[in-house]
């Protein structure tokens, strides 16, 4: 066999193995969007692309008086806002703080949040727990918003601080000798520099407080509280899988959202974690 020939078997092996990959992640979420469109409410299809298609399921979603998906995700939208602002302010200031200033305690910071990443968050959830009830914060939504906002700065810290590494210094010399406070140089040359780092942190904290359920299920407990996540799960349980359609239907809601925000801020995602990387 010639070289060129063996080279066209292993470009075509690897070609087939990557759509096997492809077809192996794309099947779940295509048996969704499709079990969505469904007629029914049984989990159970004779085939894989329904014999008739409907969009009762999603009009059941919003005009029905046993659900409040409406209300959900509106507290869902809420929590995933306001926890994308407050944690890309805490992660931009801070990590900008330990790439540009020398202070005491600045390695030990660093090597303390380093410490922090490496344990799963589950592990504080009952240290949380006790601490909101101490404090008055369960069954709200600003305990989400707090938690979700405070650990999205131990997850996106060094990505932040690399991005800020790479910003040289020459800027922020000229603008000091021209007068300016560390505050105009940070508004003013750094965070215009800085908009790839900020949608990747901003992205992150918001994808993962949108399909938050773990947290989000232990700390709220009335209805009209709820996120979707906790929602759809409640629909799922209480019914036994009888309204599992109604279930893919929500899905499909809540997954269009973060779709829509990968595909349009994909380039600025990639380079604000590339360039993070670099030097983290």
Known sequence: MSMKASTRIRVAASYLFLLMVVGWSLYPAAWVVLSSFKPGKSLYSETFIPKSLTLSHYSELFHSDSLMFTTWYFNT????????????????????????????????????????????????????????????????????????SFGAVIFNLFVAKGFFDTLPKGLEEAARIDGASNFRVFRSIMLPLSKPMLVFVALTTFTGAWVDFIFASLVLRSKEKWTVAVGLYDMVNSYQNAYFTLFAAGAVFIAIPITLLFMYLQRHFVDGLTAGANKG
């Open 77 to 148: 939208f809420k929590v995933a806002v306001f926890s994308m602002l407050l944690s890309t302010l805490l992660v931009t200031l801070s990590a900008y703080a330990l790439s540009r200033f020398r202070f005491p305690w600045r390695k030990a910071s660093l090597t303390l949040m380093l410490i922090l990443g490496m344990f799963p968050g589950f592990m504080s959830m009952v240290a949380v727990y006790i601490l909101l009830m101490q404090v008055g914060l369960l069954n709200t939504h600003t305990a989400l918003v707090i938690v979700y």
